[in-house]
């Protein structure tokens, strides 16, 4: 129970995503996903099993096509996409996500943190932890991390020194989105 407070509050502190949300891929509505599990359990399999209104029922039984979208992409959020089948994190780990402040170097930063509470930002920091602590090594395999980081999906969005590409395929896609005024640590 300590361990799981001290991951919680790591989240807490780090973690710079207000919501989960999935774009359905027939009325191309934006969805709230519940929780992070879910999101990162729908992310995982989104190519194989395209999201769509009625998958939310799961915890929203009258959910249609036919409803408003849970969230509308008004510049009042910065929004980012991410890649498909990155794997779901492994149980008593957290994959956090933090954008960092516009006209940065780069869009965001991802880290792992252990159940040990050791945040990583490298699979090489990641494999070296793992090496040496076999006792969070248990039943995980360095194929179930990903530190590939979210593309931002606001055009108007420019990094340092690099244009960042955007795409209009986002049919079926999933997105993180964070709120603008969320503090950031670069």
């Known amino acids: 129970m300590e361990q799981e407070q001290g ?24 969805r709230l996903i519940p929780s992070k599990e879910k999101y990162e359990e729908i992310r995982e399999k989104i190519e194989e099993r395209l999201f769509v209104c009625e998958t939310a029922r ?5 959910i249609s ?3 408003e979208s849970d969230v509308k992409q008004d510049g009042t959020m ?35 943190v252990a159940p040990s509470n050791k945040r990583m930002r490298s ?11 076999p006792e969070y090594a248990q039943g995980v395999n360095i194929s179930q991390f990903s ?4 593309v931002p999906l606001d ?15 986002t049919n079926g896609t999933y ?6 005024d969320a503090p950031s640590q670069n």
């Open 7 to 30: 991951i919680a509050s790591a989240k807490k502190v780090w973690e710079s995503v207000k919501y989960y949300t999935v774009k359905c891929a027939e009325c191309s509505k934006w």
């Open 58 to 62: 799961e915890w929203r039984p009258d």
């Open 65 to 67: 096509c036919k409803d």
């Open 78 to 112: 910065r929004w980012a996409m991410d890649k498909p089948r990155i794997p779901q994190t492994p149980s008593g780990w957290q994959r956090i996500l933090r954008i960092r402040a516009e006209g940065g170097t780069k869009f965001a930063d991802v880290y792992y």
């Open 123 to 133: 699979m090489v920091e990641l494999s070296r932890y793992i090496d040496e602590h």
């Open 147 to 150: 530190f590939q980081p979210p």
């Open 155 to 169: 055009e108007k969005y420019s990094a340092k020194r690099r244009a960042c590409s955007t795409t209009d395929d």
């Open 175 to 180: 997105h993180a989105s964070t709120n603008v």
